[in-house]
């Protein structure tokens, strides 16, 4: 097994997640089995109890893991699929330290962060190379800047780690940025100096550094930055700001051929990549033919990240369709104050992603509403699917006062309400329905074709309210096509209107499992119903 570290230097947001995630991509072009992991030195457990304006989205795993949205880029940009020991916090590696000397496993000795805590860090890499023995490289990428006093424990095991395993074996690699001073017109290489020597503090010296540059890296610069940080000059590669998507990242690393130095770095034998489907996908992304414009509604519309996944699987879906998807976003609560024809106005699709809490509810209420009756195709995830069925309740059904007992707990009409099972929970981390589960698809319904006519499907979840089925006999009376049930539960999963050119709700997550290779199907439908609406309603 191979190893290469990831770290950061200088500023965080250099896109280390997607340098990590490029490599993924390289190395598996080069016929190699990869699977990547990622290091929060934060003290949370996991991400899950984390505000999306402190963390961005929150990715699910099959396994039902709540992890950092960089894990949704290491599987988009890869193969691999990966489970809850590919994201390691310090939260977890203080927890599991906690409990085995609360169960006297370190029979008696003092408990302290070296060797402990390291020890319980090299524990994962580890783990994760004995559960995945198929695989070549194990990329672990390290969150935060060097120089962090959070970081430092994770660094220091990986300096050990390295020793342990034999330094031929892994390859350290470090992301800096180059700042362009303006009024001097220079490129400064200063502070990559300085973050290396931070790192040669620690003992690690970087086999590779990228530079992260709004241009190109000119030959003296990278004379300098090999000079002064010990590296060899080849092995200082650019990673320049790309122009249109970030699905070009793997081909920028790859014109200073990173995959090339890092498998003759590790000693592995690989043909050179051939990266034709890639190069397609991005040409398909860069070269549209149509455009669509598909208004995503929800409270945390301002942040970047909040709705990351469901940006990239409409961006993918587009690809497929050769279609460029304009992402309109719409505050949901302004939806409230304004109405939605005011605030949505004229787009081709609508999506109303997941979401928790009352706060701006009412308005995804209304743009349900004003999709459903201006027969405009929608899209609505988790929350997305639930106001769908508040709105076909209140507006088709006549039961009136009907919502979702997470905002009303003593509505009339709790269409959208707890299981029995539910009721009794009362911590907050780890609890709701999470993680895959399979689900059965009624023949004949547009979902079912979607699916390309499969019977079972497996999705991914985050909720904990379910669609309530002492409501089903009024709901399927009044024309709600439900289309797939829980296997395990028979839980409402995907609910449709035939009546409609594209409404369709799913209680799971469907934005987990998209990748450039494979578009989800449901994005795919969506996107392809948004074109034809556009293409058949004259200008
Ligand atoms: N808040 C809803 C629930 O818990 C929807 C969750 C979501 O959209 N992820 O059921």
Redesign the pocket.
Same mark, same amino acid.
């Given at each position: 097994m191979k190893y290469i570290f990831v770290t950061g230097g200088v500023v965080s947001s250099l896109g280390k997640g997607l340098a990590s995630a490029s490599i993924g991509t390289l190395l598996e072009h080069r016929g190699l089995k990869v699977t990547i992991q990622k290091f929060d030195p934060y003290l949370n457990v996991d991400p899950g109890t984390m505000s999306p304006y402190q963390h961005g989205e929150v990715y699910v795993l099959n396994d039902g893991a709540e992890t950092d949205l960089d894990l949704g880029h290491y599987e988009r940009f890869t193969n691999c699929v990966l489970t809850r020991f590919n994201n390691l916090t310090s939260g977890q590696v203080f927890e599991s330290v906690i409990k085995k000397e609360r169960k006297g496993d370190y029979l008696g000795k003092t408990v302290q962060f070296i060797p402990h805590v390291t020890d319980e860090i090299k524990a994962r890499i580890h783990d994760l190379s004995s559960m995945n023995p198929e695989v070549d490289v194990i990329i672990t990428e390290i969150g935060g800047t060097v120089g962090d006093i959070e970081g430092h424990l994770f660094l220091e095991a990986l300096r050990q780690f390295s020793l342990e395993v034999g330094r031929e074996n892994v390859c350290f690699i470090h992301v800096t940025l180059l700042p362009l001073i303006r009024a001097a017109g220079e490129i400064k290489t200063k502070p990559t100096q300085q973050s290396v020597a931070k790192l040669r503090e620690i003992g690690i010296q970087p086999d590779i550094i990228i530079c992260r540059t709004e241009h190109d890296l000119d030959e003296d610069n990278r004379r300098k930055i090999a000079m002064f940080c010990n590296v060899e000059k080849k092995n200082v590669v650019a990673f320049r700001d790309v122009k249109h998507t970030i699905y070009e990242c793997p081909l920028d690393l790859r014109r200073d051929k990173i995959d090339r130095i890092v498998v003759d770095n590790l000693g592995i034998e690989s043909p050179t990549p051939d990266l034709q489907d890639w190069e397609d996908f991005v040409d398909r992304l860069i070269k549209p033919k149509h455009t669509v414009d598909i208004a995503v509604a929800g409270k945390y519309i301002e942040l970047q990240d909040a709705y990351k996944s469901i940006y990239e699987s409409l961006t993918i879906a587009g690809a497929a369709h050769h279609t460029k998807v304009n992402i309109v976003r719409v505050d949901s609560e302004s939806i409230e104050e304004h109405g939605a024809q005011n605030i949505i106005g004229e787009v081709d699709g609508i999506l109303i992603p %997941? %979401?928790?809490g009352d706060r701006g509810i009412e308005g995804k209420i209304q743009a349900a509403h004003y999709a459903r009756s201006m027969r405009i195709p929608y899209f609505g995830i988790?929350?997305g699917m639930?106001v769908a069925t508040i709105e076909f309740a209140r507006n088709v059904c006549g039961l009136e006062g009907a919502d979702t007992t997470?905002c009303h707990k003593d509505t009339p009409h709790p269409v959208i309400c707890l299981q029995e099972e539910q009721k009794r929970v009362e911590d907050m981390g780890a609890t709701?329905r999470l993680g895959a589960s399979e689900s059965n698809l009624l023949p004949g319904t547009r979902a079912a074709k979607l699916y390309g006519g499969a019977d079972v499907i497996s999705e991914r979840h985050?909720?904990?309210?379910e669609f309530n089925p002492d409501y089903l006999d009024q709901f399927q009376d009044a024309g709600m096509i439900i289309a797939s049930t829980s296997v395990r539960e028979g839980l409402v999963e995907i609910i449709e209107l035939s009546d409609h050119p594209f409404y369709l709700g799913a209680q799971f997550h469907p934005e987990f499992q998209s990748k450039p290779n494979k578009p989800h199907p449901l994005f795919s439908g969506f996107v392809k119903a948004a074109l034809d609406a556009k293409v058949t309603v004259p200008a």
């Amino acid at each position: 097994m191979k190893y290469i570290f990831v770290t950061g230097g200088v500023v965080s947001s250099l896109g280390k997640g997607l340098a990590s995630a490029s490599i993924g991509t390289l190395l598996e072009h080069r016929g190699l089995k990869v699977t990547i992991q990622k290091f929060d030195p934060y003290l949370n457990v996991d991400p899950g109890t984390m505000s999306p304006y402190q963390h961005g989205e929150v990715y699910v795993l099959n396994d039902g893991a709540e992890t950092d949205l960089d894990l949704g880029h290491y599987e988009r940009f890869t193969n691999c699929v990966l489970t809850r020991f590919n994201n390691l916090t310090s939260g977890q590696v203080f927890e599991s330290v906690i409990k085995k000397e609360r169960k006297g496993d370190y029979l008696g000795k003092t408990v302290q962060f070296i060797p402990h805590v390291t020890d319980e860090i090299k524990a994962r890499i580890h783990d994760l190379s004995s559960m995945n023995p198929e695989v070549d490289v194990i990329i672990t990428e390290i969150g935060g800047t060097v120089g962090d006093i959070e970081g430092h424990l994770f660094l220091e095991a990986l300096r050990q780690f390295s020793l342990e395993v034999g330094r031929e074996n892994v390859c350290f690699i470090h992301v800096t940025l180059l700042p362009l001073i303006r009024a001097a017109g220079e490129i400064k290489t200063k502070p990559t100096q300085q973050s290396v020597a931070k790192l040669r503090e620690i003992g690690i010296q970087p086999d590779i550094i990228i530079c992260r540059t709004e241009h190109d890296l000119d030959e003296d610069n990278r004379r300098k930055i090999a000079m002064f940080c010990n590296v060899e000059k080849k092995n200082v590669v650019a990673f320049r700001d790309v122009k249109h998507t970030i699905y070009e990242c793997p081909l920028d690393l790859r014109r200073d051929k990173i995959d090339r130095i890092v498998v003759d770095n590790l000693g592995i034998e690989s043909p050179t990549p051939d990266l034709q489907d890639w190069e397609d996908f991005v040409d398909r992304l860069i070269k549209p033919k149509h455009t669509v414009d598909i208004a995503v509604a929800g409270k945390y519309i301002e942040l970047q990240d909040a709705y990351k996944s469901i940006y990239e699987s409409l961006t993918i879906a587009g690809a497929a369709h050769h279609t460029k998807v304009n992402i309109v976003r719409v505050d949901s609560e302004s939806i409230e104050e304004h109405g939605a024809q005011n605030i949505i106005g004229e787009v081709d699709g609508i999506l109303i992603p %997941g %979401g928790f809490g009352d706060r701006g509810i009412e308005g995804k209420i209304q743009a349900a509403h004003y999709a459903r009756s201006m027969r405009i195709p929608y899209f609505g995830i988790c929350l997305g699917m639930q106001v769908a069925t508040i709105e076909f309740a209140r507006n088709v059904c006549g039961l009136e006062g009907a919502d979702t007992t997470e905002c009303h707990k003593d509505t009339p009409h709790p269409v959208i309400c707890l299981q029995e099972e539910q009721k009794r929970v009362e911590d907050m981390g780890a609890t709701m329905r999470l993680g895959a589960s399979e689900s059965n698809l009624l023949p004949g319904t547009r979902a079912a074709k979607l699916y390309g006519g499969a019977d079972v499907i497996s999705e991914r979840h985050r909720h904990r309210y379910e669609f309530n089925p002492d409501y089903l006999d009024q709901f399927q009376d009044a024309g709600m096509i439900i289309a797939s049930t829980s296997v395990r539960e028979g839980l409402v999963e995907i609910i449709e209107l035939s009546d409609h050119p594209f409404y369709l709700g799913a209680q799971f997550h469907p934005e987990f499992q998209s990748k450039p290779n494979k578009p989800h199907p449901l994005f795919s439908g969506f996107v392809k119903a948004a074109l034809d609406a556009k293409v058949t309603v004259p200008a």
